[in-house]
């Protein structure tokens, strides 16, 4: 059973710009979540989306956006980028919910803004 | 606002003990509570999965407790290996997503 796929691994960017990360959860799952992970902060939670819908949202600004599409894969997508979007982004996909059923990560797009 | 720690931050032993990771979380009502494994510059891997009406679960060396009333969690290693090194977050599950302690980083020496 393959697990969470996520494109893709590294990416180097310079501000100013936008990123559009990727991800496949596992098959059958429905909810995919999306956590930036910085030294600083830890792993702070994004959005969750769920039957293409966004069920639950961080606090970050509108410059962090997502959607997942009807075969239940993800995209988020960040604009104008700044040097502190520089994190380890990672998405984790569950069954139903992130918050009553086991959740399972991908290994992470490690984003470097310059 | 839900609030996860964990302590120690940074724990080194050396092999063969067995050895009790801590997490406290400041709101009794959660859904379940995880604990992961992160390798470097890894994603997280699932260790263990309580759920809030269970009090422990166990996988192979791996034992984690929960005590909702108390706010607390502990990950149990033993017989631990250099190969248990890494960090170990725990996360609970609240209001559709999951909240992460800052981590402990284990070491253990051959």
């Known amino acids: 059973k393959a697990g969470v796929t996520q494109t893709p691994r590294y990416l180097i960017k310079t501000r100013g710009q936008q990123v559009t990360l990727s991800c496949s959860p596992i098959?059958?799952?429905?909810?995919v979540s999306w956590y930036q992970q910085t030294p600083g902060q830890g792993l702070q939670f994004l959005f969750e989306?769920?039957?293409?819908?966004?069920?639950n949202k961080g606090n970050f600004p509108g410059r962090f956006s997502g959607r997942q599409f009807s075969n239940s894969r993800s995209e988020m997508n960040v604009s104008t980028l700044e040097l502190g979007d520089s994190a380890l982004y990672l998405c984790?996909?569950?069954?139903?919910?992130?918050?009553?059923?086991?959740?399972?990560f991908g290994q992470g797009t490690r984003l470097t803004v310059v | 606002k839900q609030e996860v720690t964990q302590i120690p931050a940074a724990l080194s032993v050396p092999e063969g003990e067995n050895l009790v990771l801590n997490c406290s979380f400041t709101d009794s009502a959660i859904y379940n509570l995880q604990w992961f494994r992160q390798d470097p510059g890894k994603g997280l891997t699932s260790l263990l999965l309580?759920?809030?009406?269970?009090r422990e679960q166990t996988s192979g060396r791996l034992n984690a407790s929960l005590d909702k009333s108390s706010g607390r969690s502990t990950l149990y290693i033993a017989a631990s290996q250099p190969g248990d090194s890494a960090t170990y977050l725990c996360a609970v599950g609240n209001t559709g997503k999951l909240i992460f302690g800052q981590g402990t980083t284990l070491q253990v020496k051959p």
């Open positions: 984790a996909s569950s069954l139903v919910q992130p918050m009553n059923t086991e959740a399972f």
């Open positions: 309580i759920q809030s009406s269970q």
């Open positions: 098959s059958g799952h429905r909810s």
């Open positions: 989306y769920f039957s293409e819908t966004q069920r």
